[in-house]
């Protein structure tokens, strides 16, 4: 059985960094690739970053030379280093595992509230 836990989100201040991880438990993790999902108030569900198995990675637009993918496939961990954080990226931040090109497996996901 596959187990996802976030972990790292929290309050940040405007311009600042934070670094929320996802903890996987299950032997498919260094075969698959894995996102990372955003929730924002009242808004549906949005990829903001994927990393494949090979480590090739894929940004939303309005991340991109912020936000960093990684994965540690020793640690069967994940992780989304975000610097310049805005107000509006305040949300519900969600790891996923893909199967068959679509994500998954699903964490339970991390807050993340930036504040102005």
Request: hydrophobic fraction near 30%.
């Amino acid at each position: 059985q596959v187990q996802l836990v976030e972990s790292g989100g929290g309050l940040v201040q405007a311009g600042g960094s934070l670094r929320p991880s996802c903890a996987a438990s299950g032997s498919i993790f260094s075969i698959n690739a894995m996102d990372w999902y955003r929730q924002r108030p009242g808004k549906e569900r949005e990829l903001v970053a994927v990393i494949s198995s090979g480590g090739r990675t894929y940004y939303a637009d309005s991340v991109k030379g912020r936000f960093t993918i990684s994965r540690d496939n020793a640690k069967n961990t994940l992780y989304l280093q975000m610097n310049s954080l805005k107000p509006e990226e305040t949300a519900i931040y969600y790891c996923a595992i893909e199967h068959m090109g679509r994500p998954h497996y699903w964490g339970q996901g991390t807050q993340v509230t930036v504040s102005s």
